[in-house]
């Protein structure tokens, strides 16, 4: 059986490969019958797409195939006599083989997947294809999306409550699923879900992270003014909780891929791979201890902070965006 998933939506798309895991590999053999590929070429291809499983049961493999599709460094094209044996392969694949290509496409990204191209439709003929678009502010899909997983959270959430929700989160709905887990801590016995909880307890996460991507790049201007920003809405504790545990998993992270592939530190870190390789790009230029220095600064800040060394509590925090 073959399947291919697309779009800017990643939450959705490893949502869907989690309920194939589940539903097609034996707990048993997940060890060898799950298996995750980057961009294998031809060769490599064609070896995953006829190897049957080492033990009993189905086997399920997940291969990301952005390269097949775009204009990136390292592009794999196919010429036509691959694409005919792809074809015929695809035709006769065994039917405990469970293939599906996934590609992934950053949401900041205007790129758009050719269907016209010869890979696609050949794909198409064999695979049920289903596409994973980001959700736009105004769509009904999205607010539909959010009240079903406040249900699955045991939580109720109005229609005007939900858009306040996506004016706060926007729509990514990775953000939007954590964020509807800590209200759910927080506000617990209550199960209705209040605009003045969603503004007492939902963190920005983006802005967040807009911060972190500041202080990395050494940008101290921007960052000092989008702490500012920040701590209108945010205590800036919390604030400063949040940029603690990203760079204490971006130092992990960079430490890691002295010696690991993505896929290891994905799988010993419990993160997606797809964000791990994200992270790794941020991080290419920045060393570990520089990462290690910031987190530093960062726990020093917290320090003296709480212990009222300095009166003004916010200032520790900028000293030490600042450092």
């Not at 105004?138 to 109005?158: N, P, T």
């Not at 709905?173 to 800590?182: C, G, V, W």
Request: proline share 2%.
């Amino acid at each position: 059986m073959l399947y291919f998933y697309y779009g800017q939506e990643d939450f959705n798309i490893e949502t869907e490969l989690q309920k194939l895991k589940s539903k097609i590999v034996d707990k048993t053999f997940l060890s060898t019958n799950y298996r995750v590929y980057d961009n294998p070429k031809f060769n490599e291809l064609t070896d995953i797409l006829r190897t049957p499983p080492l033990m009993f049961g189905n086997i399920l493999c997940v291969i990301n195939c952005e390269k097949y599709f775009f204009d990136t460094k390292g592009k794999i094209n196919f010429d036509d006599k691959e694409l005919k044996q792809l074809e015929d392969i695809f035709s006769s694949m065994l039917e405990n083989l469970y293939v599906v290509f996934v590609c992934r496409i950053d949401r900041e990204s205007t790129k758009k997947i050719d269907t016209r191209r010869k890979l696609f439709k050949i794909i198409s003929k064999y695979a049920s294809v289903t596409e994973f678009p980001e959700f736009k502010p105004y769509q009904k899909e999205l607010a539909l999306w959010i009240q079903k997983q406040a249900k699955k959270k045991d939580l109720i959430i109005s229609s005007d409550t939900v858009q306040f929700l996506i004016e706060r989160l926007g729509t990514n709905l990775r953000i939007i699923d954590n964020e509807l887990e800590k209200l759910k801590l927080a506000i617990y016995p209550e199960k209705m879900v209040k605009k003045e909880h969603i503004q007492n307890i939902c963190t920005s996460t983006e802005d967040v992270f807009a911060l972190a991507d500041y202080i990395l790049k050494g940008q101290k201007d921007k960052a000092l003014l989008e702490f500012k920003k920040l701590c209108t809405n945010k205590h800036y504790l919390e604030i400063l909780a949040v940029l603690q545990t990203n760079f204490s998993r971006l130092a992990a992270v960079k430490i890691d891929s002295a010696d690991k592939n993505p896929s290891e530190i994905a799988f010993k870190h419990h993160m997606n791979e797809f964000i791990v390789k994200k992270q790794l790009e941020k991080l290419k230029n920045v060393s570990a201890d520089r990462i290690i220095q910031i987190r530093e600064n960062l726990l020093e800040a917290e320090y003296r902070v709480k212990t009222g060394e300095i009166a003004f509590y916010e200032l520790p925090v900028e000293l030490a965006l600042l450092s």
